[in-house]
């Protein structure tokens, strides 16, 4: 098992749908746990990091499940511009990213 | 006003080659990393130092390099450039130790292309 698995996708929406990730990972060792942002061409960001109560940004929602040892990111109101690839980050003693779960969002 | 700098940008050389690329970042972290993601976007890390020294190595062929002058610069050298060297790299940064909870900011990366 991968230390850090995501569905590549890609994840085809309309603008306005509500899309969830999930991201597993194999060390229940680990700490610390995020999402990342990486559009095409850029360098990822910090989209938000996720908290053992879960936690939310606007539209935006993280969960973690740390006995099933996985972590979710759930999209409220698609927007165009939400298109790009979503990375979880788990670490323990390294930071470890997921592939990446591609989202498109279209008109 | 550039957190994390990488240069080049955009580098295209032949087999065999020697190259190196420069990080710097103005965030005063003590931890920064090299990552190289590939044709299939898996991002993965290859070096790591905290204060100048190396504490992740991971696996990476001795032709790779790393050299940190001082905590706010890691330069990446590579020996002997390889087709599949072919990615972009991205260096990064942290304040704490690589495990802990503090955000990893990137730089914009840098394009190798080995031909």
């Known amino acids: 098992r991968k230390e850090v698995e995501q569905d590549p996708g890609p994840f085809n929406v309309p603008e306005g749908a509500t899309v969830a990730f999930n991201c597993t990972y194999s060390?229940?060792?680990?700490?610390?746990f995020f999402w990342y942002r990486q559009d095409c061409r850029k360098e990822p960001k910090l989209l938000m990091s996720?908290?053992?109560s879960g936690n939310e940004d606007g539209r935006f929602t993280a969960q973690l499940n740390r006995a099933s040892q996985y972590i979710s990111l759930l999209i409220r109101d698609s927007k165009l511009s939400d298109s790009a690839t979503y990375l979880c980050v788990v670490k323990s003693y390294i930071p470890t990213f997921g592939r990446g779960t591609s989202l498109i969002v279209h008109p | 006003d550039t957190a994390v700098s990488q240069t080049p940008k955009y580098l295209v050389t032949q087999m065999g080659n020697d190259k190196s690329i420069k990080c710097e970042q103005n965030?005063?972290?003590?931890?920064m990393y090299w990552y190289k993601q590939d044709s299939k976007k898996f991002l993965k890390i290859m070096f790591s130092y905290n204060n100048k020294e190396l504490i992740i190595n991971e696996t990476v062929p001795n032709r790779f390099s790393p050299k940190s002058p001082d905590k706010a610069h890691l330069n990446l050298h590579i020996n002997s450039l390889e087709l599949g060297d072919s990615a972009v790299y991205f260096c990064?940064?942290?304040?704490?130790?690589?495990?802990?909870?503090?955000?990893?900011?990137f730089g914009e990366g840098s394009w190798l292309t080995v031909v």
């Open positions: 965030l005063g972290h003590d931890t």
């Open positions: 996720v908290y053992s």
């Open positions: 990064a940064s942290s304040q704490g130790q690589a495990n802990s909870g503090n955000t990893i900011y």
């Open positions: 060390n229940s060792a680990s700490q610390s």
